[in-house]
């Protein structure tokens, strides 16, 4: 009886993780160590695959606390081109040749969305969905972790990324009612050491339910000196020159 005991309580033993998995794994984890860095985003929309945009933003930055220094280029935007500084709850912004600061309101969605711009959080995120999913492309000094489909993994992932991006408004919950994704592509490198990103790149492609208009999107993030970034604080001539405006609420 005992024999049989011990028998029926014996488990195998647990199979080891894919090489893909393992990646997967220690990939997630550095993320979550990210502390500093330099970052290029570039961003590219198009309609019907005829008009096209292209959004830059390059950015230094140290978290805990976050200070992040960025240059953007928007080519759709009202104001083209400006820097600005983020320090803790205070933004300063350049732009018309002079400098001002705003102090923004505490849990602001702007700073959420600077720090998961800067730390590629959707990128892991999506990692998170799509880890079954992936497929292992190892070089010299990079591993890359790349998925493309157009079923309803695809379309799950792209929309809960959106959602996350807009903070869950309900504005872009009925406006994600109307689409429909029509295909979703995506590609995490790392270094092959470090397991920190090197290159990030997003793809999502959508059609309006009732127009059939087609656009789509593609962000690429380029990530250099991780964790190397040493601390820096906005320049004294910005806090004595920055002329103070209300309040914001983002």
């Known amino acids: 009886m005992a024999m049989l005991l011990a028998g029926c309580g014996s488990t195998k033993p647990a199979s080891k993780p894919s090489a893909t998995m393992t ?5 997630q984890k550095a993320a979550h160590q990210i502390k500093s860095g330099n970052v290029v985003l570039v961003t590219k929309n198009s309609q019907n695959n005829n008009q096209s945009t292209t959004g830059k933003m390059a950015a230094k930055f140290h ?12 080519a759709a935007g009202l104001v083209k081109n400006y820097d600005y500084f983020i320090d803790g709850r205070t933004v300063y912004i350049h732009a018309d040749n002079s400098w001002s ?3 923004l309101p505490k849990k602001s969605p702007l700073i959420k969305s600077v720090h998961r711009q800067v730390t590629g959080s959707s990128a ?16 010299k000094t990079t591993d890359v972790l ?9 379309s799950m992932v792209a929309k809960k990324l959106i959602l996350a991006e807009a903070n869950h408004s309900e504005s872009t919950k009925n406006i ?15 270094d092959k050491k470090t397991y920190l990103p090197v290159q990030t790149y997003i ?5 309006d339910k009732r127009s059939k208009k087609s656009i789509t999107e593609a962000v ?18 910005i806090h004595k020159n920055a002329a103070s405006t209300n309040q914001v609420n983002e």
């Open 23 to 27: 990646i997967v794994n220690h990939a």
């Open 63 to 74: 978290l805990k606390p976050m200070i992040v220094q960025a240059k953007l280029n928007n």
């Open 101 to 103: 600061k705003q102090l």
């Open 124 to 139: 892991v995120r999506a990692m998170d969905y799509l880890k079954k999913h992936l497929k292992l492309e190892k070089n």
């Open 146 to 154: 790349s998925y493309s489909g157009q079923g309803k993994l695809g």
């Open 176 to 190: 994600l009612k109307k689409v429909k994704i029509t295909k979703f592509s995506y590609k995490y490198t790392l």
């Open 203 to 207: 793809y999502m492609q959508y059609q």
């Open 220 to 237: 690429t993030g380029t990530y250099t000196n991780v964790n190397k970034v040493k601390r820096f604080k906005v320049p004294a001539y």
